[in-house]
């Protein structure tokens, strides 16, 4: 299953969004616990925004109810051959979801096919249809990592797709943005200690991009220095990969910004042109869609930085 690469259709987990929801809830609380002090309409405005926080789902499949092994294999094999096309696009990933499913019914207790199954559904909640569409594949590919952990508790595939496609599921709808967040921390932070290689340094780049997005203490866990840490170390693992110098390029921009350090943004636009921008930055195998995601995301992360 290692080898298999998730489809990271965008820098992930658009830390910076469920940070900034993470934020706004934490000021949220800190107001309402000064009820007596405020007024009662807006003291009852925060009380209405807060119930609207909610937990990621943890809903299972089935164990499934049986049926023939070779109609279950060819189910599955099918949906792998419809995940791995070239390139990915939404019909074919529908398709495949589809399979999985019909695959599911029969045997739901795979642990490999469920880890196969989440990263399509990671793909489908990052592009497929409208927002209620998106946040739906999230929460079936929700569905398949929470299985999957049951199985395994410390599968480190089934926690680093669970913490995708939590983000995603935060992304889509914010009210679970303060869970992603924490999910995503530990996941990651698990996957780490399991020292299991995933997508490129996954798991190292997922947790270094909440460190740099994320507000610091007291309101929450951002740290610049920290976060390179972790980016350092998504680049030891895999260091051609596009979407660890996307990220990287990231936090030098920010780092100088913070630090009145230009020579660190320098840094940035010579990683973006030799990695993603530049004559001889070309996609990954089978990231062509997936690498004009993160060109486009490096085109507008120029224009915010210059």
């Avoid at 019909?91 to 490999?112: P, Q, T």
């Avoid at 998106?134 to 590919?141: A, C, L, M, V």
């Avoid at 932070?189 to 190292?204: C, P």
Wanted: hydrophobic share 40%; charged share 25%.
């Amino acid at each position: 299953m290692n080898d298999h690469q998730p489809p990271s259709t965008e820098p992930f987990p658009h830390p910076y969004v469920l940070a900034a929801i993470e934020r706004r809830l934490v000021q949220r609380k800190r107001l309402a616990g000064m009820g007596a002090s405020i007024m009662l309409g807006l003291f009852a405005v925060g009380i209405t925004l807060l119930s609207s926080c909610q937990s990621i789902p943890t809903e299972t499949l089935g164990g499934g109810a049986g049926g023939d092994a070779t109609t279950y294999a060819q189910l599955v094999s099918s949906a792998r051959e419809l995940y791995v096309a070239q390139p990915r696009n939404e019909e074919r990933l529908r398709k495949c979801v589809e399979k999985f499913a019909a695959a599911a019914k029969i045997k739901g207790e795979d642990y490999a096919m469920l880890n196969d199954a989440a990263r399509a559904y990671v793909w489908l909640a990052s592009y497929a249809g409208d927002t209620a569409e998106r946040i739906k594949f999230s929460k079936e590919g929700l569905k398949y990592t929470s299985t999957a952990i049951k199985l395994q508790p410390e599968g480190a595939e089934a926690l680093y797709y669970h913490a995708v496609l939590s983000g995603r599921l935060g992304d889509n709808d914010h009210s679970y943005g303060l869970d992603a967040v924490g999910i995503i921390e530990r996941n990651c932070k698990k996957v780490i200690e399991l020292g299991k290689e995933i997508d490129n340094g996954g798991a190292h780049r997922v947790y270094g991009a909440l460190l740099i997005e994320a507000p610091g203490p007291p309101t929450s866990i951002g740290s610049l220095r920290n976060g390179r840490k972790q980016l350092e170390l998504a680049l030891q693992r895999a260091p051609d990969w596009p979407e660890n110098h996307y990220w990287m390029a990231r936090l030098e921009f920010k780092w100088a910004r913070e630090k009145d350090k230009p020579e660190d943004a320098q840094k940035a636009r010579d990683r973006i042109e030799k990695y993603l921008l530049g004559p001889t930055a070309k996609a990954p195998a089978e990231m062509q869609h997936e690498f004009m995601q993160w060109q486009a995301l490096a085109r507008k992360m120029l224009d915010e930085y210059r």
